[in-house]
C-alpha cells in the first residue's frame, strides 16, 4: 500500500495508520477481485438493461446488445411447448415479443444469478397474468445466457409451472385456481 493511502485515512478520516494499512490489506482482494471481474459484472449490467429495455418496449436498445446470429431456446414441459424459439436476430426479436405479449401485470423475483466468464445464469420466479385468459400464473425459470464479444449470442431458458399450465387453459367457470 502506498503511504499516501494511509495518511489519507489519518488526515482525512482521522484514522491511525496502523489501522488503516489493515483496512487496505484487508479489503485488496475485493478490489482486486471487482478489478479481475469487470467482464462478468459488465454482463450482468448487459442483462438487467436488456430486461428492463424490453419491459418499456426499447426492443431497437435490446436487440442491440445481441450477436446476429443470436439464438433463443425454450425448454420444459410448459416453456418448450408455449414460447417460440429463434435463431437470428430478426427471428429472436419476433419470438421475444410474441413471448412477452402473452402476459401482463408481470412481476419477476430474481432469486439468484450467477456470472462466470462469458456465461451468466439466471434463476428466478415470476407472477403475472395470462392476456388470453386473465387468470393468474406463478412459474420458476432458469435463464442460461452465453456472451460473445460483449453481446447476448444464445439464451436457454428452462421453465416449468403448474400455474402457468393452468392459466393459459381457457377458463372453466368451476375452477377457482389460481
Keep these: 500500500m502506498a503511504k499516501s493511502d494511509t495518511n489519507y485515512f489519518k488526515e482525512t478520516l482521522k484514522v491511525e495508520p496502523q489501522i488503516a494499512q489493515e483496512f487496505l490489506e484487508a479489503v485488496k482482494p475485493i478490489i482486486t477481485a471487482t ?3 469487470e467482464k462478468e459484472y459488465w454482463h450482468v449490467s448487459c442483462l438487467q438493461h436488456t430486461y428492463r429495455a424490453i419491459i418499456e418496449g ?3 436498445w435490446a436487440f442491440s446488445h445481441m450477436t446476429d446470429d443470436v439464438e433463443l431456446e425454450f425448454s420444459g414441459s410448459v416453456a418448450g411447448a408455449v414460447f417460440k424459439s429463434g435463431k437470428g436476430k430478426e427471428s429472436v426479436m419476433e419470438a421475444a415479443i410474441y413471448n412477452y405479449s402473452l402476459f401482463h401485470e408481470q412481476s419477476p423475483e430474481l432469486l439468484s444469478i450467477v456470472s462466470k466468464g462469458d456465461t451468466v445464469v439466471v434463476i428466478a420466479k415470476e407472477v403475472g397474468v395470462v392476456r388470453a ?3 393468474a400464473y406463478e412459474c420458476h425459470f432458469v435463464q442460461h445466457f452465453t ?3 460483449g453481446k447476448i449470442a444464445k439464451i436457454f431458458s428452462f421453465g416449468d409451472g403448474e400455474s402457468l399450465l393452468k392459466a393459459l387453459q381457457p ?5 377457482d385456481s389460481i
Design 35 to 37: 478489478n479481475e471481474s
Design 58 to 60: 426499447n426492443y431497437d
Design 133 to 135: 385468459t386473465n387468470r
Design 147 to 149: 456472451f460473445r464479444d
Design 171 to 175: 377458463n372453466d367457470e368451476n375452477d
